[in-house]
C-alpha cells in the first residue's frame, strides 16, 4: 500500500532557530491582547539571514518584521521559522502566510496552531500555495511561554493561577483571623515575583477588611517591582475609603458580584490575560468550585494552627469519587516551607462561549499595557 509523502520534520538548524525565535518572541509586549511571536529567516544553508518579533497591536507581525530586513528579493528560496502558526487574516496589517508566499518563502517551521477562528488557517493557505510547512516543532516550549494568550484564544478567559499559603494542617488564618505571615521570606518573595507576572490580582472583599493588603509587587525591602498587576477586589460590601488598595500604582478595580465567570469576562474585556486569586479562602473556593482554575500554588509552612480557618470551603464533593484531583507539575524548597505547584486534571466543562469570536489577537485594540 502506498504510505503516501512522508510528513516533514524540522532539522537540527531548524530547531535552534525555534530556540532563537522564542528568545526574539520575548522582546515583545507580555500585556495587552496580542501574543509574543518571534521568527528567523534561515537560507537553504540553514544560516540566519533575517530576524523579527512583533512588538505590539498595529505594527508588523514578527514574519512581516523579519522579511523587512531583507533586500528585494532575498527571501526567495529560503525558510521562514515562527513561534506561532502564521496568520491568515487580514486586520491593521495583511496576513502573514500571503506576505510569506509572495516574498518567495520556501519552507515554513512553525511551533504552535493559531487558535483564532479569524487568524487561523495560515498553514493551510501556505500549502496550497506549495510551501513546505512543519508544524509543531518546540511546541511545549512555546505554548508555556504563551499560556495566558493561548487561554484567552481557546476558552475565551484569561488564565487563572490561585494562590494560598497554609500551615501542614491546611489553615490559612489563626482562629482571629490574622495570618501574617504563615510563610517565611523567601515564599514570599517567590509570591511577589510571581504577582509581577501576572496582569491582575484579585482578593475578596473579606481578605481587604481582614488584612487591608497593598497587592502590590514587591521587593524584599518593600519597594516596588517594575510590573504592577492591576488589583482587583470582588465582592458586595463597601471597601473603606482609606484602605491600602486605593493607594496601589494602578488603580483597583472593585467588582461587585460572587460570580467569578462574569469577573473573567469583565477582566477579559479589560486586555486582561493572566489572574493571580490570592484568596482568601471564599474567593479561592469560588473559583475552584468553578472550574476555573489553571494553577494551583500551595505555599505550605511547617506551622499547625488548627481551628476553623481552613484554605478551601465547601467544593460541593460528597464523596471521594467526586475529588478535584490536582496533577502535580512541581515543588520547590523555599527556605523552610514548600510550594507545590499543581493543575486541576478534571474541569467542568469548559468552552468558548456560543458567539464568542476570537478576534485576531495581533490587530485589536490593547487596553493593558506593560507586560509578564
Ligand atoms: N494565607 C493566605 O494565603 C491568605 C490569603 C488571603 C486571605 N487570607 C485570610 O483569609 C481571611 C479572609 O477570608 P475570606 O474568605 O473572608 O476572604 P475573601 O475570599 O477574600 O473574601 C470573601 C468575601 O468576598 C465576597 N465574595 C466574593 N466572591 C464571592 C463568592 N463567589 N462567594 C461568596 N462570597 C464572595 C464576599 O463578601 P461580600 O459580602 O462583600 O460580597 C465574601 O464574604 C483573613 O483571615 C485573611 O487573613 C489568607
Redesign the pocket.
Known sequence: MDAGPATPTATSRERQAMLRALELAANGPARGVNPRVGCVILDADGTVVAEGWHRGAGTAHAEVDALSRLAPGAARGTTAVVTLEPCNHTGRTGPCAVALIEAGVERVVFAVDDPGHHSGGGAERLRTAGVTVVSGVLAHEAEAFLDDWLTVARLGRPLVTVK???TLDGR??ASD?T?RW?TGEAARIDVHRRRAAHDAIL?????VL??DPSLTARHADGTLLPEQPVPVV????AIPSGAAVHRHPRGAILHHG?D?AALLAELRSLGVRSVFV??????AT?FLRAGLVDTVLTYLAPVLLGGP?LAIGDLGVETIRDAIRLEPVGVEHLGDDLLIITTPTRHPVESVPAGHTVSHPENGPSHVHGHR
Not at 482578593?203 to 481578605?207: D, L, P, R, S
Request: charged residues 15%; proline residues 7%; glycine residues 20%.
Open positions: 494560598w499559603a497554609s490559612i488564618a483571623g495570618s504563615i482578593v475578596g472583599t473579606g481578605t481582614a488584612d470582588m465582592g458586595d460590601r460572587h467569578p490570592e484568596g482568601g479562602p471564599t474567593v469560588a480557618r
